[in-house]
Structures are given as structure tokens and as C-alpha cells.
């Protein structure tokens, strides 16, 4: 039997970690057809630069800061051609997809999402963090606080409205 | 307490939830919110601020993946390697036409022709142009996943024998492909075997031993006489939403098919192949 044993293992390792992949690319592009452009795209080039990958390095870790550098390229191109056509840069968000999941990342400050999912929820050092985000240690730390506050406001929001 | 040392203290109070502070920090903390109710109500309200993101980013997970996503994935093809290949020297021969030559290159062609004839004559079972150009291994495993996509959704009629006869299964599969087997024990890969079924597949009897993993889909290995080309290594393709993994054993071709979001096929057929 002959087969590539590296090329089979990333592949099969990023299809295991495509909810998590998504769900990280929802925090940066909050809607769900770009975030599955940016997954998509973000794995294809993992999978070309696999040779790069080093193997202390959790896999997923690599992929996020593969999706933020292309997500912030992206971003450029795109705001410099609405500037160039004279348009507001708007993130467009479905309707149906108006979730209390969804609706925190369309509450939370822009920015804030993607430290509080590194940092709270995937559990990342801020180190870890800030090199993904291409940002410093502190302004991790002070982006995690307004987070927090954020989602304190959203949360007695939310029982409120319950109420 | 000001805004500025509200905002400085949640910040120590976040530092401390993400472990972020250093032994002698988080000791003088504590000390400060265990001396003040005011401190501890701040805390308990960012530790359910924290909880509640948390619960939120935790229930995307289980939003449904896109198949284009994971087939885009799987199919993404390797990266080529620029290898530089010189090119061998290439000696120029001149052949001269000639009648002898002619004469010899007809009775070449001519000896070609019945060593075709005969073969095709001598093995009968090559009946259709499909069987002619090999691509009975092809129609063999759309067959398969055709034959997946009707019985996995059919939870009530999976199997025609249960896992309960499993003694009765080897047999009567082993009288009918004729090719031995064991029933692999997939339970530590979280596998249950339900049963078996026989149905078939380019004009070939097929055995299939039925799988179902613990989210409930249908995992199922498919086996059959030597059908594929020897040469063919464990890989996997897709057909739609269903996965493929073929590869040839000593006696038999074999084909796991499972919904091709598992992220595991290919490992539980290399478990499978190694048991069978």
C-alpha cells in the first residue's frame, strides 16, 4: 500500500478541526460565507505549506494565524476599494443566523471576538494570542477585559428581556 | 472605587481567570476580594460574563460543517514538487524503408492481432466493453455507494442478518463471495457491529459487514473477489456526501464506505484492512 502518511494526516486532521476553524473565522468576518471562503482558503494553503507546519506547534494554532494574515489582507483590498468607490465597509450578517451565538459576535466591539475565543475558549496563552493577532501581550490582556464588560452587558441584556 | 482602579482591577480580575498572574499577584488577590464583598461581587460578575461567552462560542460547534467544505479539503490536490529531470541523450537512428522490413512489421502486427483474438476468446467472463477497459472497478464502487445510500437511511432495515449470528454471517458470506474474513471488533474505535448484508455490485456477489458509530451514522465495509487492480493503494475518494476507502487485500478488494464528513475514515479502514 503506498500513500503519503504526512499529506493523509493533515488533511484528515483539518477536516477534524473544521468546526473549530469556522467558528474562528465567524469572529473575524461574522458572516458565514466568508468565513467558509476563509476556512477553505486558509486550509488549501496549509495543506501546499504542510512542509512548514512544525510539529510542536498545535495545528489549529497554525491555522488561525494562517486565516487572521488572510483575513487582514482581504480587509485591505477590500476597504481600499470601497474607499475607492466612495462606500461605508460594512460586514453583512444573515438574518436567519440572528442566534444569541451569532448575535455576540455581531454585540461584541470590533476586534473583541477573536481574543476572547483565542484566549477564553480555545484556551491560548496571551502569548499564543497576541502572535496570532499580530498585536502585543497588553493590548490582549485589555481587549479581553472590555470583552468581558461587553458580554456582562449582553448577558444581563439577555435576562432582562427573558424576565 | 473610581473608574481608573475599577478598570485596573478587572483587569487583575481577568488576568486571574486566564491564569495570567503571576503566585505572589493571585495571593494578594484573593486576599483583597475575600476582605471586600464589593471586590467579590465584581468578580463573580465577569466569571459569569466569561461563562456566558463561553457557552455561546461552545454551541457554534455544533452547527453541521458544509460537505463542499470538507470535500474541498479532501481534494485539494498535494503540492508538486519541482524535481529537474535531465533529459537522456537520445541516440538518432535512421531506419531505411524497405520491402523486407514492411513484410516484417505486417507479420508483427498480424501475430498481435491473434494473441489478442485468442486471449479474448479464452476468458469468456470478459463480456462488455466495461469489463474490456477495466472499468468494472469503477462501476463495482459506484455500486457500493449507491447500495450505502439507500440502506443507511433505512435504520429499521439495516442489516438482513443481525450481529447476534455472527458465526452464521461468516459462513453464509464466505460460502456466497468466497473470500474468508473475520468480523473486525471496531467497539474501542467506538464501532458497534450491527450485522450484515449481501447485495450486488457490478455483477458481483458483495458481503458488507455494518457499522454504527456514536453519533449513529453508518460505517460499512464491502468485500468482494479480487475486482480491483492489485496495485491499488489504501485511498480514498468521495461520491457526493459519501466516502470511499478502496484497497486491494491478498484475495479480495475491499471499500469502507461512511459519510464523507467523517474525518476518520481512512484510519478506521487502515485498522480494518490490518484485522479482516
Known amino acids: 500500500m503506498e500513500e ?6 493533515i488533511r484528515r486532521d483539518l477536516v477534524a478541526l473544521l468546526p473549530q476553524l469556522r467558528r474562528f473565522a465567524l469572529t473575524l468576518t461574522v458572516d458565514t460565507t466568508s468565513a467558509d471562503g476563509l476556512v477553505s482558503a486558509a486550509c ?27 483575513w487582514l489582507d482581504d480587509k485591505k483590498k477590500r476597504r481600499a476599494a470601497l474607499k475607492h468607490r466612495g462606500e ?18 455581531d454585540g461584541l466591539s470590533d476586534g473583541l471576538a477573536p481574543v476572547f475565543l483565542l484566549c477564553a475558549v480555545e484556551g491560548l496563552s496571551y502569548r499564543e494570542a497576541a502572535s496570532i493577532l499580530g498585536d502585543t501581550q497588553d493590548a490582549v490582556a485589555m481587549r479581553l477585559v472590555m470583552a468581558r464588560h461587553e458580554l456582562a452587558t449582553m448577558m444581563s441584556r439577555h435576562v432582562e428581556r427573558r424576565a | 472605587m473610581d473608574s481608573s482602579s475599577n478598570t485596573s482591577f478587572d483587569a487583575e480580575l481577568s488576568a486571574l481567570l486566564d491564569d495570567e498572574i503571576t503566585e505572589d499577584d493571585k495571593h494578594r488577590l484573593e486576599g483583597r476580594i475575600s476582605a471586600d464583598p464589593q ?55 535512421r531506419i531505411k524503408h524497405t520491402v523486407g522490413l514492411t513484410v516484417a512489421c505486417s507479420l508483427v502486427m ?48 439495516l442489516v438482513e442478518v443481525p450481529a447476534s449470528e455472527s458465526a452464521h454471517i461468516v459462513e453464509w458470506l464466505m460460502a456466497t463471495t468466497g473470500v474468508s474474513f473475520r468480523i ?19 455483477g458481483r456477489p458483495v458481503g458488507q459487514l455494518v457499522y454504527r458509530n456514536t453519533d ?32 486491494q487485500g491478498q484475495q479480495a478488494s475491499y471499500a469502507l464506505s461512511g459519510p464523507s464528513s467523517d474525518a476518520f475514515l481512512e484510519t478506521v479502514a487502515k485498522k480494518i484492512a490490518g484485522i479482516i
Open chain 2, 110 to 157: 498480424f501475430g498481435i492481432g491473434g494473441v489478442a483474438g485468442y486471449l479474448l476468446a479464452s476468458r469468456p467472463h470478459i463480456k462488455t466493453f466495461a469489463d474490456f477497459t477495466g472499468e468494472t472497478a469503477s462501476a463495482w464502487l459506484d455500486d457500493v455507494a449507491s447500495n450505502y445510500r439507500l440502506f443507511s437511511r433505512q435504520p429499521r432495515h
Open chain 2, 216 to 247: 449513529g451514522e453508518i460505517i460499512s465495509v464491502n468485500f468482494t473477489k479480487s475486482i480491483l487492480p492489485l496495485s491499488t493503494p489504501l485511498n480514498e475518494t468521495i461520491r457526493d456526501d459519501i466516502g470511499l476507502v478502496v484497497w
Open chain 1, 44 to 70: 488549501e494553503k496549509a495543506i501546499h505549506k504542510s512542509h512548514m507546519w512544525k510539529k510542536d506547534r498545535r495545528l489549529e494554532v497554525w491555522l488561525f494565524a494562517i486565516m487572521h494574515a488572510m
Open chain 1, 88 to 105: 461605508a465597509v460594512l460586514l453583512p450578517m444573515d438574518a436567519q443566523e440572528n442566534t444569541t451565538a451569532y448575535s455576540i459576535l
Open chain 1, 4 to 9: 503519503n502518511p504526512q499529506m493523509s494526516d
Open chain 2, 39 to 93: 471586590l467579590k461581587s465584581r468578580q463573580e460578575t465577569i466569571r459569569r460574563a466569561n461563562d456566558y461567552g463561553k457557552r455561546n462560542f461552545e454551541s457554534m460547534l455544533r452547527e453541521p460543517v458544509p460537505l463542499d467544505l470538507v470535500r474541498a479539503i479532501k481534494t485539494t490536490p498535494e503540492p508538486r514538487r519541482s524535481i529537474k529531470l535531465q533529459p537522456p541523450p537520445r541516440a538518432v537512428r
Open chain 2, 184 to 202: 473486525p471488533d471496531m467497539s474501542a474505535d467506538g464501532l458497534e457491529f450491527v450485522g450484515a448484508r449481501l447485495f450486488a455490485a457490478a
